[in-house]
């Protein structure tokens, strides 16, 4: 090549290289709605916040999430509506809150089914992934899973002190999905009500306690009038969290990739940050604010476990086997992906 040449090259690779420096910075990041029903300081947001902050990273700064917390776009039992309609781009959603509409994703929500939330994480987005009849009553709705929240195990915070399950008798719970129906099963009353609104009915006297983990209920300051825990597992959950279908559909499709890449990896920091550093922590701050912990017997333990496995998980299948829906082939599968990740636990 000549001098003559080799310099018309040069500042042709230049004018390239400039060009494209100049798009890259006039391009406008996308920017997405995110909601969650919780506020900003506690362990459930900042859960999320870890998978949008990825997302965000891996991206170089293409995406960008306008964060709304304490269901500032909708309340908790609304996000549903919210994400399909558009209100919200992403949110977690608690499918408990929406059984009606989407009742196989409620599967999460099976008490006594797990102890990391990692292994129930990764088992919830497989079968998500793997099961068609999942993400078609997502479709329905106008959303789709991008990855999967999840929180510890679940106890009973109460007003008054409970040491044993006959204590349980009578007592109004604040309890949704598959955990109101062992509240029921052990003699108490299930109160559908959001985590929102529990502290007010606790005060009120409308519930005598709650299901919730050291994190929620340390979040939402429920040791403040429920000054008593008794350390029973009865439950704790996943579920997913959704993307607007209509803009899924419109997004570059490496910028699907990512997400989703992120989605997969994102179970690792929910245990992490909600169930590790969120549950012990919490605990340890109710403690000395002053809440009473009462630890089962494991004869307790065990009755629970039993009325769980052969009462629990086998009505809400069969519920769902009456209403036409697959109830019990999706709780096998979901009980058979749970076997398969525990052993590949990294906590």
């Known amino acids: 090549m000549t001098k003559k040449g080799l310099r018309q090259m040069t500042f042709f690779l230049i004018m390239v290289l400039s060009f494209c420096t100049w798009v890259q910075a006039d391009q406008k990041p996308i920017v997405l709605r995110s909601l969650i029903q919780s506020p900003a300081k506690i362990k459930y947001s900042k859960s999320f916040d870890a998978y949008l902050d990825a997302v965000e990273q ?6 960008k999430f306008e964060r709304y917390y304490s269901g500032a776009l909708a309340k908790a039992p ?5 994400v399909g309609g558009g209100i919200a781009d992403i949110a977690v959603f608690v499918a408990t809150y929406a059984p009606g509409k989407v009742p196989l994703a409620t599967v999460g929500y099976l008490p006594g089914a797990y102890d990391h939330v990692w292994v129930a994480a990764k088992a919830y987005l497989e079968l998500y992934e793997t099961y068609p009849p999942m993400q078609q ?3 329905r709705n106008n959303v789709r899973l991008v990855s999967a929240w999840g929180t510890g195990p679940y106890f009973i915070f109460t007003k008054q002190k409970v040491t044993s399950l006959e204590d349980m008798q009578g007592l109004k719970i604040a309890a949704t ?15 559908g009500l959001p985590i929102t609104e529990s502290y007010t009915a606790l005060e009120r006297g409308t519930i005598d306690g709650v299901g919730y983990g050291p994190s929620a209920a340390a979040g939402y ?8 825990l008794f350390r029973i597992r009865v439950g704790g959950g996943v579920g997913p969290i959704i993307f607007n279908l209509d803009k899924w559909e419109k997004l570059p499709a490496d910028i699907q990739t990512i997400m989703l890449e992120v989605g997969q990896a994102h179970p690792q920091s929910v245990e992490q940050i909600y169930q590790i550093d969120g549950d012990q922590a919490s605990l340890e701050k109710m403690k000395k604010a002053g809440l009473q912990v009462t630890d089962p017997t494991p004869e307790m333990a065990a009755r629970v476990q039993k009325i769980i496995t052969d009462s629990v998980w086998t009505k809400w299948a069969a519920d769902l086997d009456k209403k036409g829906q697959p109830g ?3 709780l096998n599968m979901y009980l058979d992906l ?10």
């Not at 891996?58 to 995406?63: F, H, P």
């Not at 300051?221 to 008593?228: C, F, P, T, Y």
């Not at 749970?338 to 906590?347: D, I, N, T, V």
């Open 78 to 82: 609304q996000i549903l509506d919210a």
């Open 177 to 191: 999905g598959q955990i109101g129906l062992l509240v029921k099963a052990l003699g108490g009353s299930a109160v």
């Open 328 to 330: 019990t082939e999706v």
């Open 58 to 63: 891996r991206t170089n700064g293409r995406v």
């Open 221 to 228: 300051s429920i040791h403040e009038v429920a000054k008593n």
């Open 338 to 347: 749970l076997k398969k990740y525990e052993p590949l636990s990294p906590f």
């Open 137 to 139: 009553e997502m479709k």
